[in-house]
């Protein structure tokens, strides 16, 4: 290389030193505040490992077009934002109609979060922040969250939403964030006050029974045991805490 | 005889192509900011295709970084001569490339201002959570090797720590390809072959990529590539083409072996609209097959623009498979009850028509935009240009071995 040349490399090498400084300072700043953001991130303290929640839903109850359950969980959970693509809208749960195309026979049920108990969204989540308590309850932490959406791609039951929009009126039991992943709760702040998840007790047909898997005199655990029913995508073996029956 | 080439990219030159660069960057930064402030609800993205443009655009640039660095490693761990003066670059473009999908990918998340979060809680089950070490690992396992391999001091460090980089490309990969391979839940993905494909395809992208950028510096430097060296790239991009081919194949071939997966595999492959004209027409058509014909028929492969095309081409296609095995493997619903029709609110039993908006579009691009302005940056400071001493390789019989 010839010395203008050197030289020139020289001048370049030092604006730009300069101005990567600079911009180096800036970004202290904000990379301080968010380290005070995770150190404020308490962990949960409360759930036994001895209960094991669950859910058992009777579908031949389960009247298509009746939708109580997912207006008393939007209701609970103050999931009241629209958006003009509702696909974007979150669910933490749904109706589905089932139809055999061979038989015509039809079906219809709520899906929610199946609360697996080896739940693939909790093996994938990079900070951990999709978690299953000790009473099986498997949650999102809305501090640790950083909305990857790997959870979503890992879900095999498409439980999990992205919140797509600045939430407000929220429900100060339920705190939701933009940008964060989340799904069903069980109505986690109502069953740890010992009452149902909402949806249960909205059921107009008694079709969604809630209680205990683990405790053999519970009504869930002696239907489960003495009644066929059915895990969804069972082939994975996941072992949910929701169960079907009817289908 | 080696000859003192004149570089060309100084002055209003350099600063008009920095420009543009730092221009395309900004608008991407713009754009993940708008995403960032209005929520997701910007996008095309919904609950079902969460996983966007800018994801097709970053792992295509993480996946190619780590693909660069084979120029670099047939270099100093298998001892070809005739591509030792080409690892500085290989490794800088590695760099620049990884730095760039991480950009996209980082900006992507429903909560970027979280990035510290990200790396103070890892959960090693996640393949994203191996990321918090397999990438900062990678740049500077590679910076150590670019930095040996410039320093005539330090040259003799060049061969282990080019194992180790070595090595460690391929762990990211294996991850990179993992992060759909273990997803059981879809169709699309759950296949012990991804990982590997990866791989291959990182080899194909990244020998793309480093062509292209080699093409360009050649041109600033007014110089031209020694024929015998430019037949050898060319012939090992070819190569890496047609083993992407392969690999696409037996993916496919194995997904349409499983009875439950035929469905999908017809709407992937025929029925889907948008994916299979991308599969067929992009990835196969413009990205494997014309590529091959330009790089191995005689005549067109004599054209020395033939390599840069096939280059180009092979990036084309990358970024449509992609974007057909990404968007493709969410558009098509989850199974969730085989042989039953379903309908919900919530779009069971859809085919989802994600269409990508501005933002997201400028964003993904903004990638391309960060991995070139890097890259032309150190360029301009340090001495990347590979050059050659044909008399010297030729007496060695490096061009011939």
Redesign the interface.
């Known amino acids: ?1 010839s010395q203008p ?1 050197d030289k ?2 020289r001048n ?2 030092g604006t ?1 030193a300069v101005a990567g400084a600079g911009l180096g300072t800036l970004a202290l700043a ?2 301080l505040h ?2 005070q ?2 150190e404020a991130n308490t962990p949960s303290q409360g759930a036994s490992g001895k209960v094991r929640w669950g859910m058992l839903i009777d579908t031949t109850k389960c009247a298509s077009g009746c ?1 109580a359950c ?1 207006k008393a969980c939007n209701t609970e959970n103050g999931i009241n934002e629209t ?9 933490w749960i ?9 038989t015509g026979q039809e079906h219809s049920l709520p ?1 929610l979060c199946q609360h697996c108990a080896h739940p ?1 969204c ?8 999709s978690m299953k308590r000790a009473d099986g309850i498997v949650l999102v932490d809305r ?8 959870c ?7 439980a ?7 939430l407000t009126n929220q429900n100060p039991e339920v705190p939701r ?5 989340e799904s069903c709760t069980f109505c986690v702040q109502r069953v740890d006050k010992g009452l149902k998840p909402a949806c249960v007790e909205s059921c107009p047909e008694g079709a969604m029974l809630f209680g205990d898997l683990n405790d053999p005199a519970s009504e869930i655990a002696q239907r489960i045991a003495n009644e066929k029913t059915t895990q ?2 069972g082939d ?1 073996k996941l072992n949910l805490g929701v169960r079907y029956q009817g ?1 | 005889m080696q000859t ?1 080439l004149t ?1 060309r990219l ?2 209003p030159s350099f600063y008009a192509l920095a420009g543009i660069g730092a221009l395309i960057s900004l608008l991407g930064l713009g754009a993940a900011l708008y995403m ?1 402030t ?4 910007v996008t095309g ?4 295709v ?2 966007g443009l800018p994801h097709v655009f970053a792992i295509f640039l993480i996946v190619a970084a780590s693909g660069v660095l084979n120029v670099a490693s047939i270099g100093t761990v298998f001892g070809k001569k005739a591509y030792k003066s080409r690892g500085p670059l290989s490794g800088l473009l590695a760099i620049t490339m990884l730095a760039a999908g991480l950009f996209v990918i980082m900006l992507d ?10 790396m ?4 090693w ?5 191996w ?2 070490v397999l990438y900062p690992v990678f740049f500077g396992l590679v910076g150590l090797y670019v930095w040996m391999l410039m320093d005539r001091k330090m040259y003799a460090y060049s061969k282990p720590v080019g194992v180790a980089a070595f090595i460690w490309r391929l762990v990211m990969t294996t991850g990179t390809g993992s ?1 759909f391979g ?5 169709q699309a ?1 759950h296949s012990a072959v991804i990982a590997p494909m990866f791989i291959i395809m990182s080899f194909a992208w990244g020998l793309a990529a480093f062509l292209l950028f080699q093409s360009a510096m050649y041109k600033w430097h007014g110089a031209e590539l020694h024929e015998s060296i430019r037949k050898r790239l060319n012939g090992l991009l070819g190569v890496f083409i047609a083993a992407v081919f392969y690999f696409v194949l037996v993916y496919h071939l194995t997904n349409i072996y499983y009875a439950k997966q035929t469905d999908f595999e017809q709407f992937i492959l025929l029925s889907g609209g948008i994916f299979p004209q991308l599969f067929w027409g992009g990835f196969v058509v413009l990205g494997t097959i014309v590529p091959l014909l330009l790089l191995f028929v005689p005549s067109m492969q004599r054209s020395a623009g033939a390599g840069t095309a096939a280059a180009l081409l092979t990036i084309v296609g990358g970024l449509c498979f992609l974007y057909v095995f990404i968007i493709g493997g ?1 558009a098509y619903p ?1 199974d ?2 085989p ?10 039993g859809h085919i ?1 028509n994600y269409v990508p908006s501005m933002p997201e579009i400028l964003l993904s691009v903004g990638g391309f935009g960060v991995a070139f302005l890097l890259t032309l ?1 150190a360029v ?2 340090l ?1 990347f240009m590979p050059q050659d001493d044909i008399a010297k390789l030729q007496a060695s019989g490096a061009l011939h071995d």
Not at chain 2, 125 to 129: E, I, K
């Open positions: 290389m040349q020139s490399r370049f090498v730009a904000p990379g968010l380290i953001v995770s939708d997912v958006l003009k693509d509702a696909r974007q809208g979150s669910q749904r109706k589905i109609d089932l139809k055999n195309p061979k899906m693939p909790v093996d994938v989540c990079p900070t951990g922040a501090h640790t969250c950083i909305g990857c959406r790997y979503m791609l890992a879900c095999p039951y498409k999990r939403s992205l919140v797509h929009l600045p964030g933009q940008g964060c992943v969804v995508r994975l289908i | 003192a570089n100084e002055g960032e209005s929520g997701h609800h993205m919904n609950n079902q969460f996983w998340l429903g909560r970027a201002d979280r990035l510290v979060i990200a103070t809680h890892v959960n089950t996640s393949v994203f959570g990321n918090m992060i273990f997803v059981v839940a879809r993905y969410q989850l969730m009850f042989g039953m029709e379903v309908k919900s609110t919530f779009f069971d989802d940056i301009r400071v001495p």
